[in-house]
């Protein structure tokens, strides 16, 4: 999980115009692949005992990587506001 002075990568793609856009799992919106932030969703058993039980099936656990945009990221306090906004906030 990205915490507040996350590192944003504002990476663009190679090739000229052709920017990859991924759907952003929470609102369905279009943005940029660079702009988005990755999350793996999946279970992940941390129990030992409980772990063993299930070793068999552990690789059918679905796992998937998601794409958050900047917006939800924010709304769903993934991301936090930068530290300058934060300071300004002071109570
Ligand atoms: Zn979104």
């Known amino acids: ?6 590192k944003r990568t504002y ?13 952003c ?3 369905g919106k279009k943005v940029p692949k660079y702009k988005t932030f990755t999350k793996k969703k999946g279970f992940f ?5 409980v ?3 299930v070793s068999d099936s552990n ?3 679905p796992r998937k990587k998601i794409y958050i945009c900047p917006q939800c990221a924010r ?3 993934i991301s936090q506001p930068g530290r300058s906004r ?5 109570k």
Not at 11 to 21: I, L, N, P, V, Y
């Open 1 to 6: 999980m990205a915490e507040a002075p996350y």
């Open 11 to 23: 990476k663009h793609a190679k090739g000229r115009g052709s920017e990859q856009t991924v759907v």
């Open 25 to 27: 799992s929470l609102c």
């Open 45 to 49: 058993i941390t129990d030992p005992s």
């Open 51 to 53: 772990k063993r039980e």
């Open 59 to 61: 690789l059918l656990l």
């Open 75 to 77: 709304h769903k306090k």
């Open 86 to 90: 934060k300071s300004r906030a002071k």
